[in-house]
């Protein structure tokens, strides 16, 4: 689209009709879907390293602020076992959080 600033200007001071056949609403669509191509590129990469660090160094974190909180029992301790249940609540509330509070739409590039 427009990388300058007054041909920009220009398309938004044209209103409906916009410049040459690009609109502020066609721009502000290809901003939109930029942003959530990048958020569900960047959510796919962190979700799968996550799911990989959980085990190791992430659990050992949650346990170690879990202590430092004064956190103690089964209920703050996160075992060996719990991971595939702590990923499917992570990206729950992460699509909760990200998609109906924020609007953001998953899409790939």
């Given amino acids: 689209m427009y990388k300058n ?5 220009a398309v ?19 901003i939109y879907d930029a942003a959530c191509m990048t958020y ?3 959510r796919n990469t962190m979700m799968t390293r996550l799911e990989v660090a959980l085990p190791g160094v992430e659990r050992v974190y949650y346990n170690a602020y879990a ?8 209920d703050y301790r996160v075992g060996t076992g719990e991971f595939a249940g702590v990923m499917k609540e992570t990206i729950r ?4 959080v990200l998609e109906s509070n924020a609007g953001f739409v998953k899409k790939n590039p």
């Fill in 40 to 42: 569900t590129w960047m």
């Fill in 5 to 9: 600033r007054a041909k920009l200007a």
């Fill in 67 to 74: 202590e430092k909180q004064s956190l103690t029992g089964n």
């Fill in 93 to 96: 509330k992460n699509d909760e």
């Fill in 12 to 30: 938004v001071a044209a209103g409906n009709t916009g410049v040459n056949g690009v609109t502020a609403a066609m721009i502000q669509d290809r």
